[in-house]
């Protein structure tokens, strides 16, 4: 098991950046897939990114590519979400995940039901 904490949330206007970070403690980030996951107020938790364990192959929803970067700081057990261009869209609870093992190729990094490590999420709000 892993304890999963984010942090780096907060209140941003329109066209802001953020960058969110996720500490992984009790086992190596590096033996992980990362994910991370939002959830809008009353829609369902979304896909946002992901990044693979083994070659860092990194895969992103169609909503925040080229907006969003999921990048790891293995040394530093952490994970981290660039978010530029922030649109009110945007505003949702952010949510870190990991999975030790996920097979199948990187289709299954987009699937919450992949992961089986989430930490309890850090807010995330854009004014216009």
């Known amino acids: 098991q892993v304890q999963l904490v984010e942090s780096g949330g907060g209140l941003v206007q329109a ?3 953020l960058r969110l970070s996720c500490v992984a403690s ?3 980030s590096s033996s992980y897939n990362m994910g991370w996951f939002r959830q809008a107020p009353g829609k369902e938790r979304e896909f946002v ?3 693979s364990k083994s070659d860092g192959i990194t895969v992103y ?5 080229g907006q969003f970067t999921i990048s790891r700081d293995n040394a530093k057990n952490t994970v981290y979400l ?3 261009s922030l649109k009110p869209e945007d505003t949702a609870v952010y949510y870190c995940a990991a999975a030790r093992e996920i097979y199948g190729g990187t ?8 992961y089986d490590n989430w930490g309890r999420g850090t807010q995330v709000t854009v004014s216009s």
């Open 82 to 84: 660039q978010m530029n």
């Open 107 to 114: 289709y299954y990094l987009r699937l919450q039901v992949s």
């Open 61 to 65: 929803a169609e909503s925040v590519k």
């Open 49 to 51: 990114t992901a990044i």
């Open 15 to 17: 066209g802001g950046s």
């Open 26 to 28: 009790g086992r190596t």
